[in-house]
């Protein structure tokens, strides 16, 4: 049973991340700053044998490494790192405070690039192969108005996702980022109906993402099937930035 790390799987996408992994056959671990009510179904529900959750504040970079020996320890070797946690805040550069632009750098950008490190680190011991996907946006590839420093995160990790690719394709681990469009999440329940229909209408297949659309990418880029697939960006939008 192969055993995937999953960050920030409290709610939203993370929670159907999780959920669908659990469903699939995995062994999951996650973390989140504060358990959710889902981490609390998760723990005493069909799948709590399979399930393990750790207390994480993913700007404490300094505690990543007690995080990932307890879930190896509890869950075995590990197989698959997907680093979704992630945190937004909007403003316009002139006026956004640095201390935001740094937290969002630090969650977004600082933290994959350090599980990253840790599980390269697992896989180098292992040698048994891998899989890192990372939870991007097309916010880092197109670039939002009031998203400078959100944007400069995505655009990163993209830049790690590629980057990484070709340092541990050797030992058999593929990296690639998943970079989803608006979806029906948490996140967008903070935009108007206006908004949100302004998205939709110049969105090709006319409809916002749901996090299953990321979550069958996910289960396909963990799988054997997408073995050879490695340092790819892969757009999940319908079609919105074409």
Known sequence: MQHVIVTGGSRGLG??????????????????????????????????????????????????????????????????????????????????PNVDSERILR???????????????????????GRIVNISSIIGTRGYNGLAAYSSSKAGLDGLTRALAREVGRIQVTVNSIAPGYLKTEMSSSLSQDQLAQVVNRTPLGRLGTPKDVVDLLLFLLSDAAAFITGQVILVDGGISC
């Open 107 to 129: 969650v977004n950008l600082l933290a994959p690039l350090a599980m990253a490190r840790l599980a390269v680190g697992c896989f180098l011991r292992q040698r048994t192969g």
């Open 15 to 96: 929670a159907a991340i999780v959920s669908g992994l659990l469903a699939t056959g995995y062994r999951v671990s996650t973390c989140s700053r504060t358990p959710s009510e889902f981490i609390k179904e998760s723990s005493n529900g069909p799948f709590s044998s399979r399930f393990h959750y750790s207390r994480l504040d993913m700007e404490d970079l300094t505690a990543f490494e007690g995080f990932l020996e307890a879930a190896i320890a509890w869950g075995g070797p590990l197989y698959g790192l997907v680093n979704n946690a992630g945190m937004a805040m909007a403003g316009v550069l002139a006026t956004f």
